[in-house]
């Protein structure tokens, strides 16, 4: 049991469940619960942002993949942050200016409303549902290991609380929740990354020598190749990370919790800044795990492998650092990091369940705000139910699979489609969906195919697609078929959607010209 | 059918301006970030050696990690940049244009 873990951990949950009382009663209109009534500024964005991006699996994934393959993790680190550079230099200020909840809006814009918004929707739930149950099933067990929790107790507290922050809560308490964090993480890695320079004298050579002494694969730590070695997987990771980051459903709804497209720049350019600093840490945290971790008989199994698995090496090292005290805090820190997490997702699915398939596809647009509430907060419920009871299923399954469809289908799906209809005038209803459709079908007829399911959980020998990632060839499938269907469409729908493209430009480009002073 | 009102912005001589600088910029940045992405990526694959070689003759901080702090770095600059000219060049350009709507809305 480890006390000063669950004694900051309960801190931490009085703190978030004070906020989302105090939210609920805040929490009256639909730009309320879906975006926290637009009053949220450009700073605090920013740092909720990068709480969404600094997930459990960013801390303790990447800094694992730093501690085991050295190189290899600088790709991650590189592309998780220049996913932020497309954000900022081509969706987020028209995203803002076209958009009122999600990026469906924007895709509907001037394409036909039921069938693209059916799309985005399905895209949307299609990246929130698998990456919230891999975050529940990680959770799970991170809990287990951090708290010694049993497994099934740690997902049930995990599904109630976050289930009790979107319902009541609404955006305003996911944002603050996804705020609070982000300090944390950020205070945090910045004090094991701070001790590591620390005990290093603030050489990154003197780190980098003791690193490749100690770790067991030496030299070749500081080589690219001890995971990736041909080119398509590393492209396919690439891609994933620079236009997946900018699929993601529940990063996107960030940009309409602020009042106009000037806090929408600001959010990402700070996001950035965090984002960038965190990564820069995460290779200084890995490499100390390396030194102060990887050769220490307290964090090892009597088998010589590491206590928790490769995931826990940022944890242990925060002992090394700072102690039991220490322990801790980051333990604590990692709880609340898939807390809020895990909220912005099921909010993000509500989200597209209840404003893009309800209220536009079903009701057309006219419905009313008391039901669009209440079936939110009914999917919210539903959400969390299922998660939970899938979650306990899957305990001790391989996840990963579930990570890489979502990131593959944010890449494949939503943000080629989002981008066309904000760029490319000759775009139709008819290349939206086939593209999308398209985008969406290869990713998960790759993924089936591939390495991870094909051979590890269907035991065939060999893989039909040898690649472990689809990213590559499903945004080519979406690209080809958007650019096909879109060009060869000669409809009248088509010819009026071509022609309204101007008037979404001219939106994208200044603005609404009313709303502003 | 294009109103007269989107006739006119997309006559405008600053929304002319607006688009043509923004797209430029937002274009060559972009550009630029990615072809150093693809650079680091090509010589994972191709030419690993290249990476791993030290940065400094004698040194030990091996060159793939010193170009991917290298890119971060300018990521960072390229978003203050960016962030300067929108609020020192776009925005007034922005609201100029939108002045000028509201204007011929009111004739």
Redesign the interface.
Known sequence: MNVNAIVMFFLFVSITLVITVWASKRTRTRSDFYAAGRSIGGLQNGLAIAGDFMSAATFLGVTALVYSTGMDAMLFIIGGTMGWSVILLLIAERLRNLGKYTFSDVVAFRLERNPVRTMSAIGSLAVAIPYLLAQMVGAGALIQVLFGLPYSFAVILVGVLMTLYVTFGGMLATTWIQTIKAVLLLTGGTIIGFGVMLLMHFNFGELVTAAVHTHAKGSAIMAPGVMFDDFITIISVALAFVFGTAGLPHVLMRFFTVPDARQARRSVAHAIGFIGYFQCLIFIIGLGAVVYVSKNPEFMNADGSLLGGANMSAVHLSKVIGGDFFLGFISAVAFATILAVVSGLTLSAATAVSHDLYANVLRRGASDRNTELRISRITTFLIGLSTMALAILLEGENVAVLALIALAIAASVNFPVMFLSMYWSRFTTRGALAGGYAGLATSLLLVILGPTVWVEMLGFEKPVFPYLYPTLFAMLANLAFAFWFSVTDKSHRAFAEIESFDNQWIQSEIGPVEEAP | ???EA?KR??MNRE?QK??RV?RW??AS??LL??GL??L???????A??V??RPLLNG????V??AL??A??AL??I???V??WL??NVF?PL??S??RS??EGQER
């Not at chain 2, 990526?41 to 191709?46: E, G, Q, R, W």
């Not at chain 2, 040194?59 to 091996?62: F, H, L």
């Open positions: 059918m294009l109103s989107d912005v997309l929304f607006l688009v923004r910029i937002s940045f972009m970030l990615l992405y693809l680091f990526s090509l010589l994972s694959a191709y690993p050696q990476l791993a040194g030990t901080v091996p793939g990690i991917g702090y890119i971060l990521i960072f390229l978003t203050l960016y962030v929108a609020n925005e922005e609201k244009v939108r709507v509201r």
